[in-house]
């Protein structure tokens, strides 16, 4: 099923979908928790639209390909063209917000890391990209400060909120504007908080942002 935008209220978004821009390393727990060094700057990549799923559907993840771990993120539904942009006008550009899963072939990533070679093949494959619906940015106001958190079998697995950030919602979105334009219906997830592990077939997860929403779901074999 191809995705399409979806407000909470039921309401259409006449957006497209387009590229899914990914931050790593955007907590410093998270960092830690995998050995890596804090970055001096975002770390940026890209996801294609044949990653992106709807999260309120049970989604598959891979067989045989070594461990598949969770990352939960806020996701930034962008409406408007940014090059270049300061915080001001990146703020002004985020048309709701909603959660996603970052789905990593975590063994794959660590041996393309080994080699020095990017990990888009890890991190990239087709379905691994879950993303909820979306509400607007107006339920949640204060970018600097919102809660989420990820619960797997009833048990909290992450939980964290959005003024640990590394770098600000608005410095990110500024950021990544000045290396690359973000478009109409471009999706951003702004990275994920400590508690990263393997997911198995038949887990069920619920996904919550602020007391906004919640989102249950479940994973299950191809």
């Given amino acids: 099923m191809k995705y399409r935008h979806r407000w909470l209220s039921g309401d259409r978004i006449d957006l497209p979908t387009g590229k899914i821009v990914c931050v ?19 770390v940026l990549f890209i996801k294609p639209t044949s990653s992106v799923v ?4 049970p989604f598959k993840i891979p ?7 969770f990352e939960t993120e806020i996701a930034l539904l962008i409406d408007k063209p940014l090059c270049n ?7 002004d550009a985020i048309k709701a917000l909603g959660l996603a899963l970052d789905l ?55 939980q964290d909120t959005s ?12 950021y990544i504007s000045r290396h690359f334009t973000l478009e109409p219906g471009d999706i ?3 990275g994920t908080p400590k508690g990263v592990a393997p997911l198995y077939a038949g887990d069920r997860l619920e996904l919550a942002i602020a007391d906004v929403f919640s989102v249950e779901t479940s994973c299950r074999a191809p």
């Fill in 24 to 42: 790593g390393r955007n907590y410093a727990e998270h960092a830690e928790e995998l050995n890596n060094p804090l970055p001096d700057d975002p």
């Fill in 54 to 57: 709807h999260l309120e559907l």
């Fill in 63 to 69: 067989r045989n390909r070594g461990d598949v771990h």
């Fill in 85 to 91: 942009a300061s915080e001001h006008e990146a703020t």
């Fill in 104 to 158: 990593t072939l975590r063994d794959l990533q660590a041996k393309m890391k080994s080699r020095g070679l990017p990990w888009e093949v890890a991190k990239a494959f087709d379905g691994s990209c879950p993303v909820s619906s979306f509400v607007a940015k107006e339920h949640l106001p204060d970018l600097e400060n919102i809660a989420f958190s990820l619960k797997i079998n009833g048990e909290v697995r992450q």
């Fill in 163 to 174: 003024a640990n950030m590394l770098t600000s919602i608005p410095g990110l979105l500024s």
């Fill in 188 to 190: 951003v997830l702004s």
